[in-house]
């Protein structure tokens, strides 16, 4: 008899923990998932502190389900609550470095010179998980061995910083030269780094194509062969300063299959084909949801609308991906599900590696 969601818990509950209680009591346990004779969870801890100290319940835990009848393999992920941030130790003040401010007079191109490629990864609205694709997008590249760097050019609202797992502020040696982070093989830059998680950025838009050439121009990206640059949603002043100033190699297009998205969706488009910007394909998200309990797959958002836009548009269609609770859980601890071992990163790889067969990266 196939094992279930409710006899994986079960089994769970024999996994104790040294400060008492078992996994299953202390409710520890996410995202259970029955493929076949596969099964993946994750366990979140209270803090990260806590989740270092639980390297042997994790193994205990996959060890425990490994021995259940029918089942050929377990995969764990150890995650933890996120913790705030401690304020760092008195020091000596670091050259002051000035965010945003106009765009300043310049000829020539604002792509870096050591970037191969820059593809610009929008959609018509927000809320489709355009910053969730990007990241484990860069992530699956670097794992194929691509140099890969990630603007999150979203200045209103960038999230890569929690994605990505990174919250430092980056180093400036002058004041002016920026020197990137780095986070799961992947070069980074974001407004967030720079700027308190919950200060609001209160611009127009001269400040914020100031900010992207800033961090186009004045960072330290290196030898990449592609830069992913996360775009604010909609049709406004950074996507079209990047089209227009930054030679971008082409556009990729995120959207989900329901109506109200692809109405905002072909905006995009119409936007990028007026800018001049080849368009190199569109990527379907949250395209079904996999019940973990029954295995009903549910259709929350509509089926295959995005690929019905790019056959309509003759686009190439880079793919669908499912909505999964793994992946938010992943995205909130700063892992990106692509880091891992998952169907859902396996599902990621399959996509960087049309990027890097169709010459993208």
Same mark, same amino acid.
Request: glycine letters at 12%; hydrophobic letters at 45%.
């Given at each position: 008899?196939?094992?279930?969601?409710?006899?994986?818990?079960?089994?769970?509950?024999?996994v104790?923990?040294?400060?008492g209680g078992?996994?299953v009591?202390?409710d520890m346990?996410?995202?259970v998932?029955?493929?076949a004779?596969k099964?993946?969870f994750i366990l979140?801890?209270?803090?990260?502190?806590a989740?270092?100290a639980?390297?042997?319940?994790r193994?205990a835990?996959?060890?425990?389900v490994?021995r259940?009848e029918g089942?050929?393999s377990a995969t764990?992920?150890?995650?933890?609550?996120?913790?705030?941030?401690?304020?760092?130790?008195?020091e000596t003040?670091?050259?002051?470095?000035?965010?945003?401010?106009h765009?300043?007079p310049?000829?020539?191109s604002?792509k870096p010179?050591?970037?191969?490629?820059?593809?610009?990864i929008?959609?018509?609205?927000?809320?489709?998980?355009?910053?969730?694709?990007s990241? #484990?997008?860069?992530?699956?590249?670097?794992?194929q061995?691509?140099?890969? *760097?990630?603007?999150?050019?979203?200045?209103?609202?960038?999230s890569?910083?929690?994605? =990505?797992g990174v #919250?430092?502020? &980056?180093?400036s040696?002058d004041?002016?030269?920026?020197?990137?982070l780095?986070?799961?093989g992947?070069t980074?830059?974001?407004i967030?780094?720079m700027?308190?998680?919950?200060?609001a950025?209160v611009?127009?838009g001269?400040?914020l194509?100031?900010?992207l050439?800033?961090m186009?121009?004045?960072?330290?990206?290196?030898e990449?062969?592609v830069?992913l640059?996360d775009l604010? &949603?909609?049709?406004?002043d950074v996507?079209?300063t990047?089209c227009?100033?930054?030679?971008?190699?082409?556009?990729?297009?995120?959207?989900?299959?329901?109506?109200?998205?692809?109405l905002?969706?072909?905006?995009?488009?119409?936007?990028?084909n007026?800018?001049?910007t080849?368009i190199l394909?569109l990527?379907?998200n =949250?395209?079904a949801?996999?019940c &973990? #309990?029954? *295995?009903h797959?549910?259709?929350?958002?509509?089926q295959g609308?995005?690929?019905?836009e790019?056959?309509?548009l003759?686009?190439?269609f880079?793919?669908?991906?499912p909505?999964?609770?793994e992946?938010r859980?992943?995205?909130?601890a700063?892992?990106?599900i692509?880091?891992?071992?998952?169907p859902m990163?396996?599902?990621y790889a399959?996509?960087?590696k049309r990027?890097i067969?169709?010459? =993208?990266?």
């Amino acid at each position: 008899m196939p094992q279930t969601r409710d006899s994986i818990l079960e089994a769970l509950r024999a996994v104790t923990l040294p400060d008492g209680g078992d996994l299953v009591s202390r409710d520890m346990v996410r995202a259970v998932q029955v493929q076949a004779d596969k099964v993946s969870f994750i366990l979140e801890a209270p803090s990260p502190e806590a989740a270092q100290a639980m390297g042997p319940v994790r193994d205990a835990a996959q060890a425990v389900v490994e021995r259940l009848e029918g089942v050929a393999s377990a995969t764990v992920a150890l995650t933890a609550h996120s913790a705030p941030a401690a304020k760092p130790a008195p020091e000596t003040p670091p050259p002051s470095l000035k965010v945003g401010g106009h765009m300043k007079p310049q000829e020539g191109s604002m792509k870096p010179s050591g970037v191969q490629r820059i593809i610009g990864i929008g959609s018509g609205k927000g809320g489709v998980g355009k910053s969730t694709v990007s990241t #484990n997008l860069a992530v699956a590249l670097a794992r194929q061995g691509r140099r890969v *760097g990630l603007l999150d050019a979203d200045i209103y609202g960038p999230s890569v910083p929690r994605m =990505m797992g990174v #919250n430092k502020r &980056p180093a400036s040696p002058d004041g002016k030269t920026i020197i990137p982070l780095q986070g799961h093989g992947v070069t980074l830059m974001s407004i967030g780094f720079m700027l308190p998680e919950e200060k609001a950025v209160v611009w127009r838009g001269p400040m914020l194509m100031g900010a992207l050439q800033q961090m186009l121009t004045q960072v330290e990206w290196g030898e990449l062969d592609v830069l992913l640059v996360d775009l604010p &949603p909609g049709t406004g002043d950074v996507a079209m300063t990047l089209c227009q100033k930054s030679d971008v190699t082409g556009a990729i297009i995120v959207s989900t299959p329901q109506d109200v998205a692809l109405l905002d969706a072909r905006k995009a488009l119409d936007m990028f084909n007026t800018l001049k910007t080849p368009i190199l394909g569109l990527i379907e998200n =949250m395209g079904a949801f996999h019940c &973990p #309990n029954c *295995g009903h797959e549910a259709h929350i958002f509509g089926q295959g609308g995005v690929q019905d836009e790019a056959a309509k548009l003759d686009l190439p269609f880079l793919g669908t991906l499912p909505i999964d609770l793994e992946t938010r859980v992943a995205g909130d601890a700063g892992v990106p599900i692509a880091a891992g071992e998952t169907p859902m990163a396996r599902a990621y790889a399959a996509l960087a590696k049309r990027f890097i067969d169709g010459g =993208m990266a």
